[in-house]
């Protein structure tokens, strides 16, 4: 069965300094991966996605993603973190059917 | 503009009423589905659909039942509402292609407390 990971319920880090949101998967075949956004009181947004092609993974905002296929990882990276980063992030991940799977989410709180 | 609307945004129901949550999308998607979303729990796949005419199960089926008569339209139905079911709901729509998509699209959201 398809499976998504996020091992943080929350991470913490000043602004200015670079984040790492972490994501394991688990599914049967190629994994298509996903990372999107939610603000407060608001549905989710897109931030990128990984289909296939090259590991880095360039999306909205300034984050990004690197598919790691040994290590069944696709960890969303930003260099240099902003107060409006702060948000609830979600991975989800697809294979071999059109159900997405999301994981559990984790908040990033980016302090001034 | 252009996007995933859902209606109503707010809804408390008493135990063992039904109702409709509405979705609505003007992108001609074929792919629609809900959500519910709870603490500690991310997004849970209620149902879903491939097209008009078409509806599967999700992860946490019961107690929903959806329908798709139109490619815009898949309202979710709640038969006997429970306090289980208190929950934030989240309807999302993509295209059917998903290497040339760029994800879904998220309604804003329908809060439902169920006393």
């Known amino acids: 069965a398809q499976s998504v990971a996020q091992p943080e319920d929350q991470v913490n880090v000043a602004e200015g300094n670079p984040l790492t949101v972490k994501c394991t998967y688990s599914?049967?075949?190629?994994?298509?991966l996903f990372w999107y956004v939610q603000y407060p009181n608001r549905g989710l947004q897109f931030l990128l996605k990984?289909?296939?092609?090259?590991?880095l993974v360039k999306g909205s905002y300034g984050f990004e993603a690197e598919f790691n296929k040994s290590q069944t990882s696709f960890h969303l990276k930003k260099p240099s973190a902003l107060v409006s980063d702060s948000a609830l992030y979600f991975c989800?991940?697809?294979?071999?059917?059109?159900?997405?799977?999301f994981g559990t989410g984790t908040r990033l709180k980016v302090l001034a | 503009n252009a996007g995933v609307t859902q209606t109503p945004k707010f809804q408390v129901l008493k135990t063992g009423q039904s109702m409709t949550l509405q979705c609505a999308q003007d992108?001609?998607?074929?792919?629609m589905s809900w959500y519910r979303q709870d603490p500690g729990m991310g997004l849970r796949l209620i149902h879903y659909?491939?097209?008009?005419?078409?509806?599967d199960q999700g992860e946490v089926p019961n107690g929903y039942n959806v329908s798709r008569s139109t490619t815009e339209d898949f309202p979710l139905r709640l038969l006997s509402a429970a306090p289980s079911q208190t929950s934030v709901y989240f309807c999302?729509?993509?295209?059917?292609?998903?290497?040339?998509?760029?994800?879904?699209?998220f309604g804003s959201g329908t809060r439902l407390t169920v006393v």
């Open positions: 999302a729509s993509s295209p059917l292609d998903r290497t040339s998509n760029y994800g879904y699209t």
């Open positions: 989800a991940v697809i294979s071999g059917t059109y159900k997405y799977i």
């Open positions: 659909s491939v097209g008009a005419g078409i509806t």
């Open positions: 599914v049967s075949g190629n994994p298509y």
């Open positions: 992108m001609n998607h074929e792919y």
């Open positions: 990984y289909i296939t092609g090259d590991n």
